[in-house]
């Protein structure tokens, strides 16, 4: 059974950092395109960033381009997503997804085939 889930979320002042963790297991995780996806109250989900399997490709929703950094590790399954000087309204619930196919980018909660339950981050102002 595949498994995925997302740790590292908090409560946070505007402008400081957190890092978020997404395990995966079950899967042959070299061979997915891994993915960030938040959604606020009220929003759509969107995708914030993902990376190829290869981790040739990488995108950023432009948003956060500069101040969140993704990245893999293949020997622990993991995925991150690293959050710098986060705003208000980067506050959201954070889901992490796997899918077998990278589209360039991370538009489309439909391309994902796993999903972890979410991690919540809040950031105060």
């Known amino acids: 059974q595949v498994q995925v889930v997302e740790s590292g979320g908090g409560l946070v002042q505007a402008g400081e950092s957190l890092r978020l963790s997404c395990t995966a297991s079950?899967?042959?995780?070299?061979?997915?395109?891994m993915a960030w996806f938040r959604q606020a109250p009220g929003k759509e989900r969107e995708g914030v960033s993902c990376?190829?399997?290869?981790?040739?490709?990488?995108y950023y929703t432009p948003s956060v381009e500069g101040r969140f950094t993704i990245s893999r590790d293949s020997a622990k399954k993991t995925l991150y997503l690293q959050m710098n000087s986060l705003k208000a309204e980067d506050a959201a619930m954070y889901f992490c997804?796997?899918?077998?196919?990278?589209?360039?980018?991370?538009?489309?909660?439909?391309?994902?085939?796993?999903w972890g339950q979410g991690t919540q981050v809040t950031v105060s102002s």
């Open positions: 079950g899967l042959r995780f070299d061979d997915y395109t």
């Open positions: 997804a796997a899918g077998p196919l990278y589209g360039g980018d991370c538009n489309s909660p439909r391309d994902f085939t796993y």
């Open positions: 990376m190829s399997g290869s981790e040739v490709h990488t």
